[in-house]
């Protein structure tokens, strides 16, 4: 490969206000922060990749490219297949294989990734973890690929090794409530913090491909065979219980729409007894996610299991996109949610029982100020999650932080989360929300609103304490 730049192509000032001042500030900041260990509630690492010691991440495209929908959604945009980026397709029909091709080909097309967080999150991989110090372009993809590939086979490149080095104190996965969760069993027990997360929407939503399949699996799983409404929560309690025993302290929803309601009893078991002929509709599968979000509030009252609220994402918005390649290939676009009206039903019942913990995430920026800061910095159950999906980038974390905590403080936001499948990214997408929070901070104490030592403890439960206490995790070893 080419000799290396001395230069880094990322500024060391990346994310900070360019006035001094406000600048210096933040740097102070920073490098208190910069280095805390880090605390990864809520993502979707495959836990295949931590439980053999000796797996690899494959090629490189098959570590940046193929599995992130964040890349296959601005390439397809310009016109660039999927079959040409290696995804595989559900009939099976053939797609690229040569992965080289593959890496070239989003090379090639790199310049489209300027100025969005995807570009500043590659390029801070490359740099951060692989030493790579050139701007990925069309030219030298050659040369990267391999250097890539040399380091990718080497024993401090496997995942464990890179988990060490990232400094993780804690990850959770996102499992489903039938997985058995061996992986989970094995990884632990080989001394590495890796933790479930109970995520039952392939039960729950009533609408979800192949969903009575599902509940067979859930009655295998739990070993309560599933023929009524009640035979189904008994099976969801007994999975929630299975999930911590392996340490789980969060369950994980999502739906298009934030709409909860109390169905009386023969309701409910009339809508859960057509699912299961087949005959539910779009209306039954709506309320019944409705009311058992209302269920799952109470259970983890119960059972102390953090609830995490996923509301906004019209999936799978492309047909033909999702009948050739699935679920999880770009096609899913925010939609505009509602809070106040739709959530007081479950607010009613549970709003202000001390033993529960909800923490909700939007893919509606226009609600940050109008309903979730209101609700969550009056309501003794509700956190704040940080910016999710779409809005995971700088612009939209300084957003997030300039609409809610005027209203709500810090006290009532889950610190952060990476919420991301791609292992390599997670250092880098927590270097920039650190960066960004300690930008924001620093501008509030140039103008007098805060002092220096308050910004610092303010910092250091923005990149650290926040996700730690709001998830329930304890002791040294979360």
């Given at each position: 490969m080419a000799s290396q730049q001395k230069n880094p192509v990322l500024s060391p000032y990346r994310c900070f206000d360019p006035e001094p001042s406000q600048r210096e500030v933040a740097l102070q900041l920073y490098s208190q922060v910069r280095d805390l260990p880090l605390i990864c509630p809520h993502g979707h690492v495959d836990p295949r990749l931590l439980a053999d010691p000796e797996a690899r991440f494959g090629s490189p495209a098959e570590l940046f490219v193929i599995p992130d929908h964040y890349i296959l959604r601005m390439l397809y945009s310009q016109g660039v297949p999927m079959e040409s980026l290696g995804v595989p397709t559900k009939d099976g029909t053939a797609v690229e294989t040569d992965h080289r091709k593959i890496w070239q080909r989003f090379a090639d097309h790199f310049y489209l990734f300027r100025g969005t967080p995807t570009g500043l999150w590659v390029q801070d991989e490359l740099q951060s973890i692989f030493g790579i110090h050139q701007k990925l372009g069309q030219e030298n993809a050659g040369a990267i690929y391999d250097r890539l590939v040399e380091q990718l086979s080497l024993p401090e490149?496997?995942?464990?090794?890179?988990?060490?080095?990232?400094?993780?104190?804690?990850?959770?996965?996102?499992?489903?409530?039938?997985?058995?969760?061996?992986?989970?069993?094995?990884?632990?027990?080989?001394?590495?913090?890796?933790?479930?997360?109970?995520?039952?929407?392939?039960?729950?939503?009533?609408?979800?491909?192949?969903?009575?399949?599902?509940?067979?699996?859930?009655?295998?799983?739990?070993?309560?065979?599933?023929?009524?409404?009640?035979?189904?929560?008994?099976?969801?309690?007994?999975?929630?219980?299975?999930?911590?025993?392996?340490?789980?302290?969060?369950?994980?929803?999502?739906?298009?729409?934030?709409?909860?309601?109390r169905l009386g009893e023969n309701e409910r078991g009339s809508i859960f007894n057509r699912a299961l002929r087949g005959q539910a509709s779009a209306e039954d599968a709506?309320?019944?996610?409705?009311?058992?979000?209302?269920?799952?509030?109470?259970?983890?009252?119960?059972?102390?299991?953090?609830?995490?609220?996923?509301?906004?994402?019209?999936?799978?918005?492309?047909?033909?996109?999702?009948?050739?390649?699935?679920?999880?290939?770009?096609?899913?676009?925010?939609?505009?949610?509602?809070?106040?009206?739709?959530?007081?039903?479950?607010?009613?019942?549970?709003?202000?029982?001390?033993?529960?913990?909800?923490?909700?995430?939007?893919?509606?920026?226009?609600?940050?100020?109008?309903?979730?800061?209101?609700?969550?910095?009056?309501?003794?159950?509700?956190?704040?999650?940080?910016?999710?999906?779409?809005?995971?980038?700088?612009?939209?974390?300084?957003?997030?932080?300039?609409?809610?905590?005027?209203?709500?403080?810090?006290?009532?936001?889950?610190?952060?989360?990476?919420?991301?499948?791609?292992?390599a990214s997670i250092p880098v997408r927590h270097d920039v929300w650190r960066r960004v929070s300690c930008n924001w901070l620093a501008a509030q104490v140039v103008r007098g609103l805060i002092d220096f030592e308050d910004a610092r403890e303010m910092a250091a439960q923005l990149a650290y304490g926040l996700a730690k206490t709001t998830y329930r995790f304890t002791g040294g070893e979360a």
């Open positions: 490149y496997s995942p464990r090794a890179l988990f060490r080095r990232f400094n993780i104190e804690v990850l959770c996965t996102t499992d489903a409530a039938t997985d058995p969760l061996n992986l989970h069993r094995t990884i632990q027990q080989d001394g590495f913090p890796v933790r479930p997360t109970f995520r039952p929407d392939a039960v729950v939503n009533l609408d979800t491909e192949g969903w009575t399949w599902n509940i067979q699996r859930l009655s295998d799983a739990s070993g309560i065979e599933v023929v009524d409404e009640r035979t189904f929560l008994e099976a969801l309690r007994q999975r929630r219980q299975h999930f911590k025993t392996l340490g789980a302290t969060a369950t994980d929803h999502a739906a298009p729409t934030a709409h909860t309601g709506r309320r019944f996610t409705g009311h058992m979000l209302i269920e799952f509030a109470h259970m983890s009252a119960e059972d102390g299991l953090v609830m995490q609220l996923h509301i906004g994402s019209e999936r799978n918005h492309n047909p033909q996109v999702f009948q050739r390649f699935g679920r999880d290939m770009g096609a899913d676009l925010p939609r505009a949610t509602e809070w106040t009206r739709n959530l007081r039903p479950l607010l009613d019942e549970v709003g202000n029982d001390s033993r529960l913990s909800v923490v909700l995430f939007t893919l509606d920026e226009s609600t940050y100020s109008r309903e979730l800061a209101p609700l969550a910095g009056h309501y003794p159950v509700l956190r704040l999650g940080p910016p999710w999906w779409f809005f995971d980038s700088v612009k939209g974390m300084e957003c997030y932080l300039d609409q809610v905590v005027e209203t709500a403080g810090i006290h009532n936001l889950a610190g952060f989360n990476d919420d991301t499948r791609a292992f």
